[in-house]
């Protein structure tokens, strides 16, 4: 072993640039393909969710980013072939409303611009602030294989959107027409569901009376949004609704503009609900749509694409949607057909991107048909090619894909995949590979559609256009299908569904073996973080004061698959203390080892704690490799971090600090190895410097000249040992732990210096006895012992009375302690202790405060009362064992 070189202070900011560098440079991030599969070594992939060129860095990434480096960290460290993918998304509406912004602090728009200098200026903006999220996420750890960096909008995948559309387009699975979309008026572009954000809006709930043709009182109808009204082509009601059953078939007058509209029966209409008639707005609402398509009614857009209300709302014409929405109600409250208005939130659309109100409105769009590529991924998850982790998640995905309308793939704006789609100068269409040359063009008046492709459409093609597709590649030979897809489960739907669906259709295959979901990352308490609610923490913010590694380790300790992922500052702090704890205790064996290595291997002849060390090594290998296969790294870090810290640092250590034999050092250094390799995929910068210092690297840094031929990022994986799982070891070291740990809650309840020695009489039964006397050594040094001895007779005279399992600790206080001055000093913490526990018995008697404090609040009171009520129980103990 070379001359310790390791810094005396663990410095993260320090270390994790230069370890993070040394890892790139020597290409430990890149995979190379099977050559025709004769590696020998199974392959693993999976394909980084690709964040929007505009992004930074939020938690949610970081989250993403952390485990799935982890489990790609992993893969490498058990010799598989492993990759990780990375890329972008170019975010058409986001990356054209950031340009757009820029363009109006100019003074001009993009259509001052014209489209093809628009779209130059977006790549300009996209190569200098474009990415500013991988370059984060480097500073987060991730291993992934940059060399192999996608963007949606590049050259490769460009061409495999224009394929995979002509291919479909082909087999009639993509078709022009009109359907209900979602429609932001400020943006002036359909959206996908994902980019609207529902929440609960104040609003109201109207009804309106429609007086029947004949003259008669009508039906009753309710809407939220009463400038739609004028749209109407129908009242719908149940077929088994007696109520009704006279109207059917009949008309009704729709007030104000004086139109019939007919009474149609329909097996959708709830008829519990309100008073079982609905209006009927097939341009505006998708569920009337179905209505409309089933009873062959009309459609009437009465809006703008500006959300103005356009020539079909008659005297209305002009009116913005809201004023519109007044003006009615004014008008039908003079008519007497406003029967209530009633106050009450409900839930609105709103676009992700400006935050304006979504209107559903019919409109010719380009549809996906969806049935048969949605018929296709359901029966692979649910004959098990594709499976969910946690697997509750699968039935709301398959009920999403057995549920699912046509999917709306056209936008109307310029940054994006152009739809390869022209018309003639009849209106015929005709969508082609390859763009037409200007003589065709001119010849038969050509002009390309307008609209572009919705940004979902070429992120479903991610996990085959990242390895190559379409042309056939080694690199699609051998990663796909993905291992994995780790992902939120909140775009399951929106985004695994749809590269189910493509990877089914272009590939005949599944694109994942499994999906991963994790939850969402949200405060302490629980809560969703959003600007809003000022609870938003920064990931960067975080990595500067306390490192990447205690971001990675704090936000994977309560990652439990399919779990939302609580996270707090102190939390952060503490993983921090732990990174410290284990550079600290690795500098005192580096310190110790002298000229013992890890490749030494263990000595043929081990002391007690020796043994036992190894075995709690074993168990928490076995439990670790457990929950990696079922994708829990909340019980990886839990497992590893009551390991190194409980067992390792708190006790072994200890011991091994009062020995000075090769052989404990020798266990040192193996279970330190060990344990840095288990650590590494969650922790990976603090693992690799200590384990390059421990294998005696030289300069002891991983960014050192001086060549090293091994790092830990590539190191195996520790290897099952069940030799070492040693039961009696086992029990006899706990009942070491327990003895010291009581001999030292002794020491301490009576103000003992760790200087003071105790003796010591064990009346234990003959079993329990034997299993100690194996372990007094330990005990002596651990707990200040100087005599020990076994008596079933206990200790003559004062004594104070130490419980273990199976039998008392007696320790003569005889000269030990001043036991006029102990009995007074417990009647002083007894006399505390019981008014303690009375102010905490008051409180919690008080029903008010029961009822009305926060639960956590009474639940700390309730712990409080308990925790004295032991107090209380221990000194009186104490207090008998002097007299």
């Known amino acids: 072993m070379s001359e310790i070189n390791l810094p005396k202070t663990y410095d993260p900011a320090e270390l994790e640039t230069r370890v993070y560098s040394w890892w790139d440079d020597r290409g430990y991030f890149h995979a190379e393909p099977d050559e025709h599969g004769e590696t020998g070594r199974e392959p693993f992939a999976i394909a980084m969710p690709p964040p929007n060129v505009t992004g930074s860095l939020h938690m949610g990434h970081a989250l993403t980013s952390t485990i799935e480096d982890a489990l790609v960290r992993h893969a490498r460290m058990i010799g598989k072939n492993a990759v990780w993918l990375p890329g972008m998304d170019h975010a058409g509406i986001a990356t054209q409303n950031v340009v757009e912004k820029e363009l109006a602090k100019e003074g001009c728009s993009r259509h001052d611009l014209g489209r093809e200098a628009f779209i ?20 987060l750890g991730a291993s992934a294989d940059w060399q192999r960096e996608a963007f949606t909008f590049d050259e490769q995948r460009s061409r495999a959107v224009r394929k995979v559309f002509c291919d479909l387009y082909d087999d009639g699975l993509i078709y022009k027409g009109e359907r209900i979309i979602n429609w932001c008026p400020r943006c002036l572009t359909a959206l996908s ?43 719908a009601v149940h077929p088994a609704d007696d109520r009704y059953r ?12 004086d139109r019939e509209i007919p009474v149609v029966a329909d097996a959708h209409v709830d008829p519990e609900f309100g008073t079982g008639a609905v209006k009927v707005t097939p341009a505006h609402d998708p569920n009337d749509f179905e209505i409309g398509q089933r009873h062959e009614l009309d459609s009437i857009d009465i809006m703008t694409d500006e959300a103005t209300l356009n020539t079909a709302a008659g005297p209305y014409e002009g009116l913005d949607r809201y004023t519109a929405r007044e003006r009615i109600k004014q008008d039908l409250d003079a008519l007497g057909l406003l029967v209530s208005v009633t106050e009450r939130e409900h839930p609105v659309g709103h676009c992700s991107r400006c935050d304006t109100v979504v209107e559903p409105r019919l409109s010719e769009q380009w549809f996906v048909r969806i049935r048969p590529l949605a018929d296709r991924a359901a029966e692979a998850v649910r004959d098990g090619r594709t499976r969910f982790v946690p697997e509750r998640n699968a039935k709301g995905f398959l009920d999403w894909l057995d549920n699912l309308y046509d999917w709306c793939i056209s936008r109307q704006l310029w940054w994006g995949h152009r739809i ?22 001119a010849a038969r008046g050509l002009t390309q559609d307008e609209d572009v492709l919705d940004t979902w459409f070429s992120s479903a093609l991610w996990p085959f256009t990242t390895l190559g597709w379409p042309d056939h590649t080694p690199d699609l030979e051998t990663w796909y299908p993905n291992s994995v897809l780790e992902t939120g489960y909140d775009i399951n739907t929106f985004w695994v569904s749809r590269m189910l669906m493509m990877g089914l259709y272009c590939m005949d295959d599944v694109p994942f073996r499994v ?31 306390y490192g990447a590694d205690a971001l990675r380790f704090a936000l994977v300790r309560s ?40 490749d030494e291997g263990l000595p043929e002849t081990m002391e007690l704690e020796d043994r036992w060390i190894l075995s709690r090594l074993e168990s928490a290998r076995a439990s670790v490799d457990a929950a990696l296969a079922d994708y829990d790294l909340a019980a990886v870090s839990r497992a590893l971090y009551h ?3 409980d067992e390792y640092c708190d006790w072994y250590l200890e011991l091994a600090k009062l020995r000075d034999d090769r052989g404990a050092r020798r266990v040192l250094a193996v279970v330190l190895d060990e344990a840095l390799r288990m650590l590494h995929p969650i922790t990976p910068f603090v693992t690799e410097e200590l384990w390059q210092a421990l294998h005696g690297r030289p300069g002891d840094k991983a960014s050192d000249d001086g060549q090293s031929a091994r790092a830990l990022i590539v190191e195996p994986w520790p290897a099952p040992a069940p030799g070492r799982r040693d039961a009696d070891a086992e029990a006899q070291f706990e009942a070491v732990r327990e003895a010291v740990t009581e001999l030292r809650r002794f020491r301490a309840d009576h103000g003992l210096s760790p200087a003071r020695r105790l003796s010591v009489v064990a009346v234990l039964g003959a079993e329990r006895a034997a299993v100690l006397e194996g372990g007094l050594d330990g005990i002596r040094r651990l707990a200040g012992v100087d005599s020990w001895r076994f008596d079933d007779a206990g200790s003559s005279g004062p004594a104070g009375k130490v419980a273990v399992t199976g039998g008392e600790l007696h320790v003569p206080l005889e000269g030990l302690i001043d036991l006029d001055g102990e009995r007074e000093r417990i009647s002083r913490e007894l006399e505390k202790a019981e008014a303690e526990l009375r102010r905490a018995r008051t409180k919690l008697a008080n029903d008010s405060f029961v009822s009305k404090a926060p639960e956590p609040v009474v639940r700390a009171e309730r712990e409080k009362a308990d925790e004295w009520a032991r107090t209380i129980e221990r000194l009186t103990a104490q207090r008998v064992a002097l007299d």
């Open 559 to 598: 990652a439990s698959p399919g779990q939302d992922v609580p996270l707090a500052e102190e939390w952060v702090e503490g993983a921090r203390r732990f990174c410290n704890k284990l550079w600290n205790a690795a500098r005192f064996v580096l310190t110790d080892l002298g000229d013992v290595s890890p």
């Open 246 to 257: 006279q109207l059917i078939g009949g008309s009704v007058v729709l007030p104000l503009l």
């Open 420 to 441: 390869p789609a022209w018309y003639d100068a009849d209106g015929k269409v005709a969508v082609l590979r390859e763009d037409p040359s200007g003589e065709e063009v």
């Open 643 to 645: 390991f190194v810290w």
């Open 120 to 139: 130059a200026r977006v790549w300009e903006w996209k190569e200098e602030y474009g990415g500013k999220i991988l370059l984060q996420q480097r500073r």
């Open 515 to 545: 999906v991963f979901n994790h939850g969402m990352v949200r405060d302490r308490h629980g809560k969703k973080m959003s600007k809003s609610f000022g609870n938003v923490i920064d990931p960067v913010e975080f990595i500067e004061e």
């Open 193 to 235: 569901e994902i980019e609207v954000e529902h929440t609960e809006d104040p609003g109201e709930l109207a009804e309106l009376r429609y007086p029947a043709a004949d003259g008669s009182d009508g039906v009753i109808v309710a809407t939220t949004r009463v400038e739609t009204m004028l749209g109407d082509t129908a009242v």
